[in-house]
């Protein structure tokens, strides 16, 4: 996202303004994912998104009734924060590369994952929430 910012044209958005911006998205961002991280710690499950067979229970209270990926939407918004930030349009190009890059290899792996070993539990959970927002 540095990059492009530099690469591409900047928007005169005055410094304050742009930390304001920033500020919003990243605070939103990891209190979102840390809402979901905590959620999974209080549930005594894994929070390694490499091993989702691993998980010992779903999670579908507090924010994850809300989402089914608290943490990978943080994260976006923190990236949203920082193409606030930088206040160029391409970087904005960042967030969208990752929830396309994210879904692809992650989310959609962790939700066979989880059907297989939740079966109808979690075909109930995605059928009320949203995998995003």
Known sequence: MWALARAT??????????????????????????????????????????????????????????????????????LVGWGAYLAAPAAFLGPVVFIAFITRFQIIPEERALSAKFGREFAEYTAKVRRWL
């Open 9 to 78: 044209s900047v928007l005169e958005v005055q410094l304050y303004l742009r930390i304001a911006a920033a500020s919003v998205f990243i605070v939103a961002g990891l209190t979102i994912a840390g809402l979901g991280a905590v959620a999974f710690r209080n549930a005594s499950t894994t929070v390694n998104p490499l091993r989702p067979e691993s998980t010992s229970s779903m999670v579908v209270s507090g924010v994850y009734a809300l989402t089914r990926n608290p943490m990978y939407v943080g994260f976006a918004l923190v």
